[in-house]
């Protein structure tokens, strides 16, 4: 069964924590995507992966770390420098990193800080 | 930097009325636009893909236009039920960018 995993389904975080969220795909994709949604916005990209051991920051990248060390995996951390972190996180991939292919979804990840 | 809009941000209509969902862009040199679906809680599903050289794309009771000089996508979903209850997105990626920079979505509530 093909499709993109996300982990856990709710986290709560304390002030000051670091914590990481999971991302597996076995769609056998090459690229990978972080995105942040908030209530009566837009999805907005954090970082993305085009190939494994490669990645870049998107547009709010600020507070968020990632790594790319298998093809299947994308995890996010959301670190202590992230002041606003409560929000619901999409993880994303695609066959390339080229706007050609369509990109698929995971289920959520919802953020709240405590 | 591209914008993009979808008004109006919710919509309610009985069952079996046509959905008409819109979305415009500022920037029309863009490479294609897809339109999604979210549930309450859920993650995004793909709907509907249109490549900068089409004019729509069609599946099932849902169709997709795009007009790129006007910056504007319509969706129709034909004789809705209350299973098309749902936050409608669309998404556009430009033609030197594989980003997609999305709407804030039309959240449908379809009244059996």
């Known amino acids: 069964d093909g499709g993109i995993t996300q982990s856990p389904k709710y986290l709560f975080r304390k002030e000051g924590q670091n914590v990481t969220l999971s991302c597996e795909q076995n769609?056998?994709?090459?690229?990978m995507y972080w995105y942040r949604q908030d209530p009566g916005q837009g999805l907005r990209l954090i970082y993305y992966?085009?190939?494994?051991?490669?990645?870049q920051k998107g547009d709010i990248a600020e507070g968020y770390s990632v790594s790319r060390e298998k093809k299947e995996s994308f995890p996010l951390t959301v670190t202590s420098a992230q002041k606003n972190p409560t929000a619901f996180y999409l993880c994303?991939?695609?066959?390339?990193?080229?706007?050609?292919?369509?990109?698929?979804f995971g289920p959520g990840t919802r953020l709240t800080v405590l | 930097k591209q914008e993009v809009t979808q008004i109006p941000a919710a919509l309610s209509v009985p069952e079996g009325e046509n959905l008409v969902l819109n979305c415009s862009f500022t920037?029309?040199?863009?490479?294609?636009l897809q339109w999604f679906r979210q549930d309450p809680g859920k993650g995004l599903t793909s709907l509907l893909l249109?490549?900068?050289?089409?004019r729509e794309q069609t599946s099932g009771r849902l169709n997709a236009s795009l007009d790129k000089s006007s910056g504007r996508s319509t969706l129709y979903i034909a004789a809705s039920q209350p299973g098309d209850s749902a936050t409608y997105l669309c998404?556009?990626?430009?033609?030197?960018?594989?980003?997609?920079?999305f709407g804030a979505g039309t959240t449908v509530t379809v009244r059996a």
């Open positions: 920037d029309s040199a863009i490479y294609n």
């Open positions: 998404a556009v990626a430009l033609s030197n960018d594989y980003k997609l920079s």
């Open positions: 769609l056998n994709h090459d690229a």
């Open positions: 994303a991939s695609s066959m390339t990193g080229t706007v050609v292919n369509e990109q698929f």
């Open positions: 992966s085009q190939i494994v051991n490669d990645f």
């Open positions: 249109i490549q900068s050289s089409q």
